[in-house]
Nanobody, 112 residues
Framework: QVRLAESGGGLVQPGGSLRLSCTAS?????MGWYRQSPGKERELVASTTSDGNTNYADSVKGRFTISRDNAKNTMYLQMNSLNPEDTAVYYC?????????WGQGTQVTVSS
């Protein structure tokens, strides 16, 4: 069964850091992190190809870093300098044989 599982979310103060992980059940191609806040559409945060090319939303450039460990079938999102606008449910998405799959999401809350 194809599965993506996120972990690492939580509550952090403004200016703090978190690292999200997404563990996949197999070797995916393009993978990405998305987020959705209440009342807003889901948006792309960052993506990475299987050979390490990356893309970031303007709002997170310089603060977030996406990476992957293909040997572990795991993708990461290092988030630094977090601010309240980063509060959202973060989802992992991956493409396997051209079919997209989503994780269940992990909540990130940035608040003092």
């Amino acid at each position: 069964q194809v599965r993506l599982a996120e972990s690492g979310g939580g509550l952090v103060q403004p200016g703090g850091s978190l690292r999200l992980s997404c563990t996949a059940s197999g070797r995916f191609g393009i993978m990405g992190w998305y987020r959705q806040s209440p009342g807003k559409e889901r948006e792309l945060v960052a993506s990475t190809t299987s050979d390490g090319n990356t893309n970031y939303a303007d709002s997170v450039k310089g603060r977030f870093t996406i990476s992957r460990d293909n040997a572990k079938n795991t993708m990461y999102l290092q988030m630094n300098s977090l601010n309240p606008e980063d509060t959202a449910v973060y989802y992992c998405k991956g493409w396997l044989n051209g079919i997209p799959f989503w994780g269940q999401g992990t909540q990130v809350t940035v608040s003092s």
